[in-house]
């Protein structure tokens, strides 16, 4: 119990101020080798179910020094999920953030962030929490790519619509841009693109997003599936089109 009580504290408190809903509870998630923070709205089990999955957190401090802790400072993800009106709604954090004990190590927020062990991770959190039924994935930046990979290699999770935010869906190309390390010790989505291609999915890119611009998205998701919001940054969206996002299922 104090343990959840100082975890709560620094999720209220930490770098951003973030209000926790009382319709959401605190629940860790035993996920694989993990164990995944999670907060979570479920009114009505049984029903679909909308589940947020974190960006990649502070893999990185200002000096490009992988962290010593991914969790992530900004709010965006957790104000979307806090403030969706659907009955049952899930924020998903990654392996690692807000709960930091082994076998957390370096890797799997830096070159593992989309590791075998870290999509089977989420497959395992989204099993526990939506059992059968149908399952909206909003993945923010690099949660795009662990949305976007567990459905494509876990076609038993009844996943109907996945929903991608400033989404580094093509982390090669990425890393390729940024002129950073290669993710070597991780899944790449374009070994899966033609299943990809099949699914259900909305891309959102922010016109002005730097870390993953555009161009990275459209190049991948294609034309069709992919909307491009004047104004927006990486993790700043107007709020007629966080609304829009929140609302669909």
Known sequence: ?????????????GCTSVRIPENFSYREIQAGIFT???????????????????GDGRAFNAYGIPSADPTPRGKFVRELAFNDPHENVVYLAR???FINIPPCEQKYWTTGRFSTEVIEAAAAAIRTTAGQAPVTLVGFSGGAQVAALTA???PEINIKKIITVSGNLD???????HKVMPL??????????????????VNYAGEKDRI????????FAGEKKTVTVPGASHSSYPGKVTEEIMSDI
Not at 1 to 13: D, G, N, Q, R, S
Not at 195 to 201: E, G, M, V
Not at 212 to 219: E, K, S
């Open 184 to 201: 070597k010790d991780s899944l790449d989505l374009n070994d899966y693109k033609e299943i990809f291609d099949r699914k259900n999915s």
């Open 152 to 154: 494509v290699l876990h």
């Open 36 to 54: 995944l923070a999670s907060w979570q709205k479920i009114e009505k089990p049984g029903r679909p179910v909308k589940i947020y999955i974190e």
């Open 1 to 13: 119990m104090k343990f959840l009580v100082l975890l709560t504290v620094f999720f209220i408190c």
């Open 212 to 219: 993953v611009p555009p161009f990275l998205i459209r190049n």
């Open 171 to 177: 982390h090669t190309a990425w890393t390729e841009l």
């Open 95 to 97: 392996p690692c953030q």
